[in-house]
């Protein structure tokens, strides 16, 4: 490799991190101008709100995976490198707010998000908003990523893949809750941070999925739809089987229920381990597919 070529790289290397960069500041002021009913900085500097802080660092990741899904993938030359990251990463912060606005009125639908994690400082409602934020990055990261013919069949499946996509994650909550022998809404709602990141750990487990499935090329809606569910149906199955090699395996001689709900401090360690198990196991999923 020549001195020249070294130069380009670089040269290109720091086009695409400038642009990125600047389209991660369009995220964080399009978040802004969304939540315009409270202030941030206040939220994170002077009230010290640690259930903020969970849902902001979590649509930053987010929102990285978003911009990333623009940036990765065969380069066009840097021109049409840097307009496929606008279209793109643009595309992603939409796709982004949408799946927060979204995920609140459905998975947690039971109570005011808002409320609980600016007035009440629920650390359990900020996590999971935080990992809502993560998994539709990781969701967005799939549908974005890979060819799909011209510009406008690549908006298109992505936008597709997207919801189809959240439509996996309700999916998941419904079925989280159907393993689990008590109201997750309830215990959430009531401050228990450990339920939150049990919760949280699920909802990641299958974005990880997800993303696995719709990556790379597009091949046809049938081939891909078909492995995404494939892949889904998989991690409906691995969340009772996680939980249960959490009771006996991870947590001997405990069980898992009682460490989370049924003493006066929950144990958040103990939901940590579960968390781990969920996104651990689709992890070793997507590794062996």
């Known amino acids: 490799m020549t001195f ?10 720091v086009a695409y991190i400038a642009v990125g960069f600047i389209i991660f500041f369009v995220g964080k002021l399009v978040y802004q101008l969304v939540n315009r009913d409270f202030n941030i900085k206040e939220e994170l500097v002077e009230k010290d709100n640690l259930a903020f802080s969970f849902a ?31 279209i793109y990463g643009g595309l992603g912060i939409i796709l982004l707010n949408l799946s927060i606005w979204l995920n609140d009125k459905i998975i947690l639908r039971k109570f005011s998000v808002k409320k609980e994690i600016i007035e009440d400082r629920n650390a359990g409602t900020g996590v999971i908003e935080g990992a809502i934020s993560i998994a539709s990055g990781l969701i967005i990261f799939g549908a974005v990523t890979g060819e799909s013919g011209n510009l406008t069949q690549g908006i298109s499946s992505a936008v597709v893949f997207w919801l189809a996509g959240q439509v996996a994650l309700f999916i998941t909550a419904a079925a989280y809750q159907l393993i689990t022998p008590y109201d997750v809404h309830e215990h959430i709602e009531k401050d228990n941070v450990a339920v939150g990141v049990g919760f949280a750990g699920a909802l990641i487990a299958i974005a990880n999925l997800i993303r696995h ?21 998989l991690g409906i199955i691995l969340l009772p089987v996680m939980r249960f090699l959490t009771d006996k395996i991870l947590l001997p001689g405990q069980r898992l229920t009682d460490e989370i709900i049924n003493q006066e401090h929950p144990n958040i360690g103990a939901s940590i381990i579960e968390a781990f198990a969920y996104i651990g196991g689709s992890i070793m999923i997507t590794w062996c597919l």
């Open 213 to 233: 499935a719709i990556t790379g090329d597009f091949e046809g809606w049938g081939l891909t739809f078909g492995e995404a569910g494939f892949e889904l149906v």
């Open 4 to 13: 020249s070529d070294i130069s380009t790289i670089l040269y290109d290397a």
């Open 56 to 86: 902001h660092v979590g649509y930053f990741i987010g929102l990285l995976l978003a911009v990333g899904s623009a940036i990765v993938g065969p380069t066009q030359g840097l021109v049409n490198d840097i307009i496929d990251i606008a």
